[in-house]
């Protein structure tokens, strides 16, 4: 079974500083994808990124950036240039491609509690 | 358009006692899927509907869990007999498609204690 590993239960980061949140994860598979969801106070998940297991290229999004290792199982999340509206927590998600296509069967991470310091 | 919605937003009970959450996906969205965080764990996936047929219940964690949807509009997640363990965020979420160019929305959560 797939596993999804967040070694660091918090994280703090200042204002306008880069920080890095790290995910590791186990499968068999060669072809899944990954995301990065953020979980604001408010308590809605958003989608911040996503990556196909398929492209060698890391995904970014705007101030957001992957560093996709596929053989090291290892997909961590930049944030560059910290604002205060990025204080949240940040889970990493894994999902097979052989789940039909649908993208709900999602295994996560316990979760990264990320503070920005003003 | 309105998001997923679910409601309560946060639910207090005594063990032993039932509770229904309830969410409402985005219209239009066949797909809806229930989720769950117990404190300090990972999110879980609970079960998967595609329109009202439960596509996956294979996260559902025991008989006490009771998930429909009729009709293929909103859902209700009932828990009864409420166990201590059963504390946590439940989330649900909806996609249009099953494809990976239908994003999943996930609403605000339902916090249930069990007391």
């Known amino acids: 079974a797939q596993t999804v590993t967040q070694s660091q239960p918090e994280m703090s980061v200042q204002e306008a500083e880069t920080v890095t949140l790290s995910c590791t994860y186990d499968t068999s598979e060669s072809d899944y994808y990954l995301f990065w969801y953020k979980q604001p106070p408010s308590r809605q998940m958003i989608l911040v990124i996503r990556?196909?297991?398929?492209?060698?290229q890391n995904a970014t999004e705007n101030r957001f950036s992957v560093n996709f290792q596929k053989a090291a199982k290892s997909f961590s999340l930049k944030i560059s240039d910290s604002q205060l509206g990025d204080a949240a927590m940040y889970f990493c998600?894994?999902?097979?491609?052989?789940?039909?296509?649908?993208?709900?069967?999602?295994?996560f991470g316990k979760g990264t509690k990320l503070s920005v310091k003003p | 358009e309105a998001g997923v919605t679910q409601f309560p937003s946060h639910s207090v009970i005594e063990k032993g006692q039932t509770v229904t959450l309830r969410c409402d996906p985005i219209s239009g969205h066949d797909n809806l899927y229930w989720y769950r965080r117990v404190m300090g764990k990972e999110i879980k996936f609970l079960l998967h509907?595609?329109?009202?047929?439960?596509?996956?219940e294979s996260g559902m964690p025991n008989n006490r869990f009771l998930a429909e949807r009729t009709g293929g509009t909103y859902s209700t997640l009932k828990v009864q007999p409420a166990e201590l363990e059963d504390s946590g965020v439940y989330f649900c979420?909806?996609?249009?498609?099953?494809?990976?160019?239908?994003?999943?929305?996930f609403g605000n959560g339902t916090r249930l204690t069990v007391t």
């Open positions: 998600a894994y999902r097979s491609e052989n789940y039909g296509g649908s993208q709900g069967n999602l295994i």
């Open positions: 509907f595609v329109k009202e047929s439960k596509q996956d």
């Open positions: 979420a909806s996609s249009r498609w099953q494809g990976d160019n239908s994003p999943l929305h």
């Open positions: 990556q196909e297991a398929y492209k060698q």
